[in-house]
């Protein structure tokens, strides 16, 4: 058996160098049987430890939702992203803009006809739900925002060129956020065009987007170009990343984050819709701009993060 000196030795070259049993015994000028025989009969710990847990970082959970566009929404992908919410319980959900479609008040060219449309007031007490469920799937959350997007500002758009005499209410009893009655849970950005940053201000910038290009991640560098920094936007409806290294060595990215839209029943013009279900996953350093973003790809219904399977 080794001595109390000797075990020391071994439980740290095991922790902090992730020694195995012969490494151990060649440390220690023992035979590898007598180092397992005693690791055996006490117990000791065969997990590999690699770093010191003083230089661990802190990293929250961030899942940013893409284009729902509610009452359209795609429901396998959507029950999808839901299953994941409800099991990794992040720290932080951001959906990133036209949450809404606001059919009901769409310009004609681009939306169905009057007759065709559903009410606004059917609209809007369908999006309460719809973000009162986002709650209930994630009652811990720290953080809870809402970014403004274009959908979304058809409100305002209508009430300025039907109703200018009362479009000044629009920051106040006609929020959209009033009218959802979201204030108490979610953090509403906007204007549309405004955003927030993901973490530590100079990480991460979410914005719902101002550009559509022509192939996936072609607007996301758009953005990158535009800003200057690691964005990630909706609003295309496409899966993308672009990655550029900047002249002082920076490396900046873009995202496209998908969307949660159906493309057979969201009103479209019947153009061709080059679409990608998915969402953003993100880890935020609690204590720098640091992060690790993964756009996940929904695919019939499901997808896979870190080897689990979610959805159908």
């Excluded at 992908?77 to 036209?98: M, N, T």
Aim: hydrophobic share 35%.
């Amino acid at each position: 058996m080794l001595s109390d000196e000797q075990r020391l030795h071994s439980d740290y070259l095991r922790v902090n160098l992730g020694f195995g049993d012969r490494r151990v015994a060649d440390a220690l000028g023992v035979s590898y049987y007598t180092v397992r025989n005693d690791r055996e009969q006490k117990g000791a710990p065969n997990q590999i430890q690699l770093f010191d847990e003083g230089t661990m970082k802190d990293y929250h959970h961030l899942v940013v939702i893409p284009d729902t566009q509610w009452p359209y929404e795609h429901k396998p992908s959507e029950a999808a992203l839901y299953e994941y919410l409800s099991k990794s319980q992040p720290e932080h959900l951001v959906h990133i803009g036209d949450a809404l479609d606001l059919t009901s008040l769409a310009h004609l060219r681009s939306g169905p006809p009057p007759a065709r449309r559903p009410h606004l007031r059917a609209e809007i007490e369908n999006g309460r739900m719809k973000f009162r469920e986002l709650v209930a799937l994630t009652p811990d959350a720290l953080t809870r925002r809402f970014i403004v997007g274009n959908h979304e500002e058809r409100l305002s758009r209508y009430l300025e060129d039907n109703a200018g005499e009362i479009h000044d209410l629009v920051d106040d009893i006609l929020n959209l956020s009033t009218l959802l009655k979201i204030d108490k849970d979610w953090e509403t950005i906007g204007p549309y065009h405004e955003g927030t940053w993901a973490g530590e201000p100079d990480g991460l910038w979410l914005t719902h987007g101002d550009y559509t290009a022509a192939w996936s991640a072609y607007s996301a560098r758009k953005h990158v170009d535009k800003y200057l920094c690691s964005i990630a936007h909706g609003h295309t409806h496409r899966l993308g990343a672009h990655f550029r290294t900047m002249f002082d060595d920076t490396v900046l990215v873009g995202y496209e984050v998908g969307t949660l839209a159906d493309p057979q029943t969201t009103p479209s013009n019947g153009t061709v819709l080059d679409w990608q279900h998915g969402f953003l996953d993100v880890w935020l350093s609690v204590d720098s701009p640091r992060f690790s973003a993964t756009p996940v790809a929904i695919v019939e219904g499901g997808f896979a993060v870190q080897g689990k399977h979610y959805g159908s």
